[in-house]
C-alpha cells in the first residue's frame, strides 16, 4: 500500500511541476486519464477563464500515469521550440460574439482538432485559421 501513495504523490508533484511551468492556476488546468490498448492517455486540458471554453492542450500515452505525466512535462517545456502558433478565430451557435484562442500545434488539423476537443463540430463556426510568424 505504501508503494501506491508514493505513486501518487508523484502524479501530484508532476502535476504540480506542469501547472506552475504553464503559469496556469489549478482550477484553469485538468489532467484527463484513460486506458488505451493497454497504456495510459493523458489529455492534458486547458479552460480559458475570459471566456469559459476548455481546450486540448496535448494528449499523451504513457506506459503508467507517471510515465505519461514525465512526458507531458518534457513537452511543455520544449513545445514552443517544436511546434507552431496558430490564432483562431470562431464562435458557438447561438453565441454570436467571435472568440479568439491561440494554439500550439504540429500543423493546421492537430490545431483545429485541439480546438474541436470535447465539442460538437456542428455547433462551432470557425471564420479563420492564422499561422503566426516566427517572432
Known amino acids: 500500500m505504501e508503494y501506491r501513495a508514493d505513486v501518487h504523490v508523484e502524479a501530484a ?5 506542469i501547472k506552475n511551468f504553464l503559469g496556469l492556476k489549478s482550477s484553469d488546468l485538468i489532467f484527463e486519464y484513460s486506458n488505451v490498448d493497454g497504456k495510459v492517455k493523458l489529455d492534458l486540458i486547458t479552460i480559458n477563464p475570459r471566456h469559459n471554453q ?3 492542450f496535448k494528449s499523451i500515452t504513457g506506459f ?12 511543455v517545456k520544449t513545445h514552443k521550440e517544436k511546434e507552431s502558433s496558430y490564432t483562431i478565430q470562431w464562435a458557438t451557435k447561438g453565441m454570436g460574439e467571435l ?6 500545434a504540429k500543423n493546421i488539423y492537430d490545431a483545429m482538432d485541439k480546438l474541436y476537443y470535447g465539442r460538437d463540430m456542428n455547433n462551432l463556426t470557425v471564420f479563420s485559421v492564422v499561422l503566426n510568424p516566427i517572432a
Open 13 to 17: 508533484r508532476i502535476q504540480n511541476e
Open 54 to 56: 476548455s481546450f486540448l
Open 64 to 75: 503508467d500515469k507517471t510515465d505519461a505525466l514525465n512526458k507531458m512535462l518534457d513537452y
Open 99 to 104: 472568440q479568439t484562442s491561440y494554439f500550439r
